[in-house]
């Protein structure tokens, strides 16, 4: 069965610096991967997405994500923080099946410090 | 605007009643799902649809019902059967099963 693992249920960073938000998933076969940013009491805002082609991939709000088949991981990234990051960021791989649904992660809250 | 809207946003419910979730979307999408997210657990699928007239349950279906009469459309019953039914509920539209899917904003429900 597929699955996600985000490591780190929450990252706190300082404005300006790195952000790194882990992800690994199991899929049997080539996976669709994705990154949702949320807001409190909002719904998810697609960051980026991975279907095939080029490994790394850029979405918006400066954020990127690479994927590793070998490590079976598809991290998060963004090369310095702003307050309004401050959010949680979810992980999820599409479903090889029929359904078509997404496989979630648990969610990582990011806190970013002045 | 294109999107998907929810309503209402908060949802109060005593217990034994049935309430029901709206969700539309104007973006021509056949596809449509209901998520259910409770803190620490991500998002768990309760039931979606691929086209009209046709829905299957999700991994999390008991105690829940919906209807696809029209394309636009993916109302959401919580009946009195659902053990625990406070949580936030975030509805779902794809182009197609497998494409990338955009969310609405969610409905909070509270059960007094």
């Known amino acids: 069965a597929q699955s996600v693992t985000q490591l780190g249920s929450h990252v706190s960073v300082s404005e300006g610096a790195l952000v790194l938000l882990r992800c690994n998933y199991s899929?049997?076969?080539?996976?669709?991967l994705f990154w949702y940013v949320q807001y409190p009491n909002q719904g998810l805002q697609l960051l980026l997405k991975?279907?095939?082609?080029?490994?790394l991939v850029k979405g918006i709000n400066g954020f990127e994500a690479e994927f590793k088949k070998s490590e079976t991981s598809f991290h998060l990234t963004k090369p310095s923080a702003h307050m309004s990051d401050a959010a949680e960021y979810f992980c999820?791989?599409?479903?090889?099946?029929?359904?078509?649904?997404?496989?979630f992660g648990q969610g990582t809250t990011l806190q970013v410090k002045p | 605007d294109g999107g998907i809207t929810q309503s209402p946003k908060y949802l109060f419910r005593k217990e034994g009643q049935n309430v029901t979730l709206s969700c539309e979307q104007n973006?021509?999408?056949?596809?449509m799902y209901w998520y259910r997210q409770d803190p620490g657990q991500g998002l768990r699928l309760i039931y979606y649809?691929?086209?009209?007239?046709?829905?299957q349950k999700g991994d999390i279906a008991e105690g829940y019902s919906v209807s696809r009469e029209k394309k636009e459309s993916f109302p959401l019953t919580v009946t009195s059967a659902q053990k625990n039914p406070t949580a936030f509920y975030l509805c779902?539209?794809?182009?197609?099963?497998?494409?990338?899917?955009?969310f609405g904003p969610g409905t909070r429900l509270t059960v007094l």
């Open positions: 779902a539209s794809s182009f197609a099963r497998g494409d990338t899917q955009y």
């Open positions: 899929s049997s076969v080539p996976p669709y």
């Open positions: 991975y279907t095939t082609g080029a490994t």
């Open positions: 999820a791989v599409s479903d090889s099946g029929n359904t078509g649904k997404l496989i």
């Open positions: 973006l021509n999408h056949d596809a």
């Open positions: 649809s691929q086209i009209v007239n046709d829905f």
